[in-house]
């Protein structure tokens, strides 16, 4: 969709953002109305939630860095009923990156393809329950535009519901496939861990063809629960990847996330802590790998707000050739967030001369009896550390290799479930400059 023509003259930029926002709004709707179940209030309110904001643009202060005006070329539309051909090779990318232990729930184009699936107790799609589960659109920050617009089409959802004192001793995992080209998809999941329960989730996001991904993820942490959350974004170099994920924690418990950001032309995870409770932990873990144009951002906002709390967050970002890298993390400490300890860093590689890094850590501290920190390096591979390596007879591709594998793997190397560290593993030793 190029621009058009509004009263003989060019429509104004903001005309074609306005424009181009409320097409995506009626494809939502056309999904909504051809999903298995109603959700009547929940849809009508998020549809007004959209009609009151706008298209993102690099006006706006959360999104000066990370320019979408590439997309008003494109008319995306939701994906129509699977082929044989979608599900051939849907087949195919699942074998590479299927869990062989644990549940496995498996969305097609957006569509739940049960046959390619394994759930369990406790495992379930929002289209085989009678009615919405609570919790559904309910943390905070769920009148965010992307956000409103994925409540307002998505076409299913993965519902995980973890019974009070329940530990689920293998991952569950949640394979999102795109399939196809100019396709507007919206994942959605809603994870509930209930009093005293624990889970690992693992989510991946894998394509093949031009798309929009627009996706959800909703996380009740009660109390003393654990989530351990392993997210992973590898879709094609053509794909736009928008991404939430919200998590509301109560009292004593935790909430471990490691998201790895590989593919896609243009990437945006908004990852937003809200602590509930006292005595909470969260660790927030975080690795981008990106070369050629790729654009990747990571918007992440921890509140804090109740005593005793404790917060980390490492977030690394490699760059190569022209690639450019976003991080824009917040840490809020109100008053009432006495005795907390936060600590905030983010480290970057930039391989090239034409990289590019845009940093921005932030601490919002109104508590004065607080441990807080926070900082942000950019670096690019020492000729001290290449001249070392190289006069023990390594070679300096070798050398360069072995560097950026020592930075990724503080990252990779605490993740627990072994199939997905050994490929993510693989993945940065096969990095060449």
């Known amino acids: 969709m190029a621009l058009g023509r509004a009263g003989g003259g ?38 007004a939630q ?5 298209f993102p643009s690099n006006r706006d202060e959360d999104w000066r860095f990370t320019d979408l005006s590439s997309m008003l070329a494109t008319a995306f539309q939701v994906p129509g009923t699977l082929t044989d051909t979608v599900l051939k090779q849907a087949k195919k990318l699942l074998a590479d990156v299927r869990l ?32 919405a589960p609570a919790g559904l659109a309910q943390v905070p920050g769920s009148n965010e535009v992307f956000t409103a617009l994925n409540t307002a089409g998505f076409a299913d959802a993965a519902v995980v519901h973890i019974a009070k004192n329940t530990v689920l001793e293998q991952p569950v995992q949640i394979i999102y ?20 329960s624990a889970v690992m989730l693992v989510e991946e996001f894998h394509g093949n063809g031009s798309s929009f991904t627009n996706s959800v993820t909703e996380i009740w942490v009660h109390d003393n629960a654990e989530v351990t959350h392993l997210r992973l974004q590898q879709e094609s170099a053509e794909t736009v990847h928008i991404g939430k994920t919200a998590v509301s924690q109560g009292r004593d418990s935790r909430y471990r996330t490691t998201a790895i950001n590989l ?6 995870h908004n990852l937003e802590v809200y602590q509930t409770g006292p005595q909470t932990e969260t660790t927030l873990n975080g690795l981008t790998a990106i070369r050629a144009k790729q654009l990747a951002d990571t918007h992440s906002l921890i509140a804090l707000g109740h005593p005793h709390g404790t917060a980390n967050q490492l977030q690394k970002n490699i760059m190569d050739e022209r690639a450019h890298g976003v991080f824009n993390g917040k840490v809020y400490v109100p008053q009432k967030a006495q005795l907390t300890n936060a600590s905030q860093l983010n480290r970057n590689l930039l391989l090239s001369p034409k990289s590019r890094i845009d940093t921005k850590p932030e601490l919002d501290i109104v508590a004065d009896d607080v441990k807080c920190a926070h900082g942000a390096t950019i670096a690019q591979l020492a000729p001290d550390e290449l001249f070392y390596l190289q006069s023990r007879g390594i070679n300096r591709d070798q050398a360069q290799r072995l560097l950026i594998y020592a930075f990724a793997m503080e990252i990779i190397e605490p993740m627990t479930v072994a199939p997905l ?7 940065i030793q096969q990095w060449t400059v």
């Open 50 to 54: 959209v009609q009151e904001r706008a």
């Open 421 to 427: 560290r050994e490929r993510m593993t693989q993945y």
């Open 100 to 131: 062989t232990d644990g549940r496995q729930v498996v969305f097609v184009n957006g569509t739940f393809v049960d046959s390619l699936s394994n759930l369990g107790d406790g495992v379930n799609v929002l289209s085989q329950l009678a009615a």
């Open 10 to 47: 060019l429509m104004s930029a903001v005309a074609v953002r306005d424009r181009y926002l409320e097409l995506l709004l009626t494809q939502a709707t056309l999904a909504a109305e051809n999903a298995p179940l109603a959700l009547d209030t929940l849809r009508a309110a998020a549809r």
């Open 263 to 268: 593919g896609a032309s243009i990437s945006r």
């Open 177 to 196: 496939l795109t399939i196809g080209d100019a396709l507007f998809v919206q994942p959605r999941c809603l994870v509930v861990a209930a009093a005293s």
